[in-house]
């Protein structure tokens, strides 16, 4: 049962534009979100995260959306650039205060073309 | 280079036979994750210690694997008797045990195992 679900295997974006990624998932105990950037050959980057308790977290040209009521969150990068292109993985957490599991979704390849 | 490091890179061995893999997490993080990822998918959890502690294990983790932090430093997954099916990217990764850092896991390069 895929508790994080990235269901765009790839996506093809021009560069500077907008490169949205998306992510539901179905457990209404995760409290934390996170989105990792993955290059080959290499272990996943953490890139950016958001709380429950908020709806928007932006950080540069990286901002996550997060939807509860739809369990939806979204990644947006604007501009993109072509060093933008890797595997991104949707992440979710529980377990506030104590240890925080980490659910990874099966990722989206993103392809920024020059 | 302070970040989490993994040794060997890639591993290649015969079915049946004991594999170690050994991971260095960043220093000052006590807590120590291991993953499995296979093609097409996104990493699924292992077991994780804070300091020496072994504190979660997955229902993946036969009793073939074992996995040890002593002294709360680096860590070394083994796995006994090797099948194909373990063929994977195995990862490591560290955080640190409080606050909203704790969230935020910083992964290795991984370790390449394939079963022949």
């Known amino acids: 049962d895929q508790q994080v679900k990235q269901n765009s295997p790839s996506l093809s974006v021009q560069e500077g534009r907008i490169s949205i990624l998306n992510c539901d998932y179905t457990n209404s105990m995760f409290d934390y979100f996170l989105w990792y950037k993955k290059y080959p050959a290499e272990g996943p980057t953490f890139l950016i995260s958001i709380s429950s308790i908020k709806d928007k977290n932006e950080d540069g040209r990286f901002t996550v959306f997060l939807n509860k009521s739809a369990k939806h969150l979204s990644l947006h990068i604007v501009p993109s650039q072509p060093g933008d292109s890797a595997v991104y993985f949707c992440?979710?957490?529980?377990?506030?205060?104590?240890?925080?599991?980490?659910?990874f979704g099966i990722g989206t390849k993103l392809q920024v073309i020059p | 280079d302070t970040g989490v490091s993994q040794n060997p890179r890639h591993k290649i061995t015969k079915r049946g036979q004991n594999v170690t893999f050994r991971c260095d997490p960043i220093?000052?993080?006590?807590?120590l994750y291991w993953y499995r990822q296979t093609l097409g998918q996104g990493p699924e959890f292992l077991t994780y210690?804070?300091?020496?502690?072994?504190?979660?294990k997955s229902r993946l983790l036969s009793d073939r694997f074992s996995a040890e932090r002593p002294k709360g430093s680096f860590s070394t997954l083994e796995i006994q008797r090797t099948e194909q099916g373990d063929s994977a990217m195995y990862l490591c990764a560290s955080s640190l045990a409080v606050g909203i850092s704790s969230y935020e896991q910083y992964f290795g390069p991984g370790t390449r195992l394939t079963v022949t």
């Open positions: 992440a979710a957490s529980e377990g506030a205060g104590g240890y925080q599991k980490v659910t």
């Open positions: 210690f804070q300091n020496e502690a072994q504190l979660e």
């Open positions: 220093s000052e993080h006590n807590r």
